[in-house]
């Protein structure tokens, strides 16, 4: 949508707050923007200086103020405490710098966020749940701001990003993403809601640290952590029985058994399971379209076979299968390696999630092994004639010159994705995937780069970032509602994430230039998540999650997902009726 359209949603809205009241709400605040009529009506004549400035003016200082900060950490500071001052300024001063300032707000600068959590810690926002008080965990939620909530992202801080054990410090991740649901996504900022799951922290980093702010005792394991989860989630269908619920950097051995053990009871989901398979399957999608080929033929070799890998890989599985090759030659065409090696039958140490992923030991005959057996990631591509090759290791520059120029010399297109994150976690650089396959690897990345300059001619990276998939999917469910009291969808689907991921394949910029980035610009984002938004309800209607309408009503549900899109624009203020 054009910001011009964005901009022109005022609206009137009854105030009962006065003088500072008013502007330490950050919800509220307009600062300098007050007009003369509400500084006399609520008591602010003396609390502002004398000039009323517009939005726009507002945005120009508050830029000002972003650049003059000295590094990342304090331009991450800065947006924080302006979120925490004046949310409209925020998100308009993001909309309008969204490319320089999401990598800042999010990741990849989140992570050090999140490392300093207790050490920048300015204002409360969210909740904190701790173990301790576990048996107090309805009444924690009631203490929420506001009494709607649309989404909860919640983590409980053991696996932030590729950084790992932040405990209370992986509350930023919540934080951020929420930023991102009202950023890109429109769901409004009150109707968000942060939490932390508090249970202890492996990290001797934080637990000998004096100002680390959470519970200070080993993380709790095994049953006790199993029941903490349940009450937390029993509490949230009790309270907030609507809300989405999107678990965010739980550890693998958490991550998915959660998602399956509450995904058919509720609306909720795994970002980093769904979010990232979705996004990444869309970036597969139009690049094996720009490449002139097809999914079905494709040889797809992933280093890492934790929670996201195997995310990844699930929805790649669907793909196949719906592309007309059976379950089992789909799996065939899928090869999973980790520290361990490549996943083969003769292995015992492997989880059910990447059971599906188990090759033939028969399949490697012949192939070099080291002295436990085990097989290699250059030796897989070596063999497998690999066109895809896929990174959620977390270690870094590990795919190296040999293996990408062997993939380019059997593959006039190769594909490849280093999508680990933060940056210094990436398995390659672009730069380097693209000088060793002379400019034609089609590549994506987890965390933002710079374009790269070769023979010429400048390729823009795209980066796989799930900021394409959870605000919209969040706007959809919210749309798909017919009235702000109606249930809606009951549960979030892999097929609705599928949806989603088709559609952002559709949105492609490669799909008319094949030099363009595979994913959208930021700038366009918001409107593209509109169009996800769409699929997402509609295949909630088709697969029956929400009572599907006695007649077609593309144009109402279109209609109510742009009016369900909040906007950085200040109303109109007046007082409450007396």
């Known amino acids: 949508m054009p910001l011009t359209e964005i901009l022109?949603?005022?609206?009137?809205?009854?105030?009962?707050?006065?003088?500072?009241?008013?502007?330490?709400?950050?919800?509220?605040?307009?600062?300098?923007?007050?007009?003369?009529?509400?500084?006399e009506t609520f008591g602010l004549h003396g609390l502002l200086p004398p000039i009323?400035?517009?939005?726009?003016?507002?945005?120009?200082?508050?830029?000002?103020?972003?650049?003059?900060?000295?590094?990342?950490?304090?331009?991450?500071?800065?947006?924080?405490?302006?979120q925490d001052t004046n949310e409209v300024l925020f998100y308009r001063l993001l909309l309008d710098h969204i490319e320089e300032m999401l990598p800042v707000v999010y990741t990849p600068v989140v992570a050090l966020g999140c490392q300093r959590f207790s050490h920048i810690y300015r204002r409360p926002r969210g909740l904190f749940i701790s173990y301790p008080h576990r048996q107090f965990i309805p009444s924690l939620l009631r203490n929420h701001p506001n009494p709607d909530v649309d989404v909860i992202v919640v983590t409980d801080g053991e696996r932030v990003l590729g950084i790992g054990d932040q405990g209370v410090g992986g509350l930023?991740?919540?934080?951020?993403?929420?930023?991102?649901?009202?950023?890109?996504?429109?769901?409004?900022?009150?109707?968000?809601?942060?939490i932390v799951l508090d249970v202890g922290t492996n990290n001797d980093d934080c637990l000998r640290d004096p100002e680390y702010l959470g519970w200070r005792h080993p993380r709790v394991t095994g049953s006790d952590y199993d029941a903490f989860i349940d009450t937390f989630v029993r509490a949230v269908k009790e309270v907030l029985p609507r809300t989405i619920l999107q678990w965010e950097d739980f550890a693998g051995a958490h991550a998915r058994s959660i998602l399956d053990r509450y995904r058919n009871e509720m609306l909720t989901f795994n970002d980093d399971i769904q979010g990232t398979a979705a996004v990444a399957l869309a970036a597969i999608l139009a690049a094996v379209k720009v490449a002139g080929s097809s999914l079905r033929d494709q040889e797809i070799v992933f280093f890492g076979a934790g929670a996201a890998s195997t995310g990844v890989a699930d929805y790649l599985r669907e793909a196949l299968v719906a592309q007309g090759l059976s379950e089992e030659e789909a799996r065939r065409r899928i090869w999973m390696v980790n520290r361990g090696g490549l996943l083969h039958s003769g292995r015992t140490d492997l989880t059910p999630e990447q059971q599906p992923y188990v090759q033939p030991l028969s399949r490697t005959a012949g192939w070099l092994k080291g002295n436990e057996?085990?097989?290699?990631?250059?030796?897989?591509?070596?063999?497998?004639?690999?066109?895809?090759?896929?990174?959620?290791?977390?270690?870094a520059n590990s795919f190296t010159g040999a293996m990408v120029r062997e993939m380019a010399s059997r593959v006039d297109r190769p594909i490849i994705f280093p999508l680990s994150n933060p940056t210094d976690r990436s398995e390659a650089q672009p730069a380097d995937l693209l000088r060793w396959t002379d400019g034609r690897a089609l590549v994506a990345t987890g965390s933002p780069f710079a374009p790269v300059a070769i023979a010429g001619r400048t390729i823009p990276i795209s980066q796989c970032n799930n900021v394409y998939i959870f605000p919209a999917v969040g706007l959809g469910v919210v749309a798909s509602r017919p009235s702000p009291d109606s249930v809606g969808a009951a549960r979030i689907t892999d097929s609705?994430?599928?949806?989603?991921?088709?559609?952002?394949?559709?949105?492609?910029?490669?799909?008319?230039?094949?030099?363009?980035?595979?994913?959208?610009?930021?700038?366009?984002?918001?409107?593209?998540?509109?169009?996800?938004?769409?699929?997402?309800?509609?295949?909630?209607?088709?697969?029956?999650?929400?009572?599907?309408?006695?007649?077609?009503?593309?144009?109402?549900?279109?209609?109510?997902?742009?009016?369900?899109?909040?906007?950085?624009?200040?109303?109109?203020?007046?007082?409450?009726?007396?």
């Not at 809205?13 to 500084?39: C, H, I, S, W, Y």
């Not at 497998?384 to 290791?393: D, K, Q, Y």
């Not at 009572?547 to 909040?566: F, G, K, T, V």
């Open 8 to 39: 022109r949603r005022n609206t009137s809205r009854a105030v009962r707050f006065r003088g500072m009241d008013l502007l330490n709400n950050p919800a509220l605040n307009k600062g300098t923007a007050f007009t003369e009529q509400e500084r």
């Open 52 to 82: 009323v400035e517009s939005l726009d003016d507002q945005c120009v200082r508050a830029y000002e103020a972003f650049a003059l900060k000295p590094n990342d950490l304090e331009r991450h500071i800065y947006l924080r405490q302006l």
């Open 172 to 194: 930023g991740i919540p934080i951020g993403k929420l930023s991102l649901y009202t950023l890109i996504g429109g769901i409004h900022p009150a109707r968000t809601l942060p």
């Open 373 to 395: 057996g085990e097989i290699g990631l250059a030796e897989v591509i070596h063999h497998v004639r690999a066109t895809i090759l896929i990174g959620l290791s977390t270690v």
């Open 496 to 578: 609705m994430m599928m949806a989603a991921a088709r559609t952002l394949a559709e949105h492609s910029p490669a799909l008319q230039d094949p030099h363009a980035p595979l994913l959208p610009a930021l700038k366009d984002i918001r409107s593209v998540a509109v169009e996800i938004a769409f699929a997402v309800a509609r295949e909630a209607e088709r697969s029956g999650v929400i009572p599907r309408p006695a007649a077609p009503a593309s144009a109402a549900l279109r209609d109510r997902i742009l009016a369900s899109q909040w906007s950085p624009a200040y109303p109109a203020f007046v007082p409450v009726a007396t």
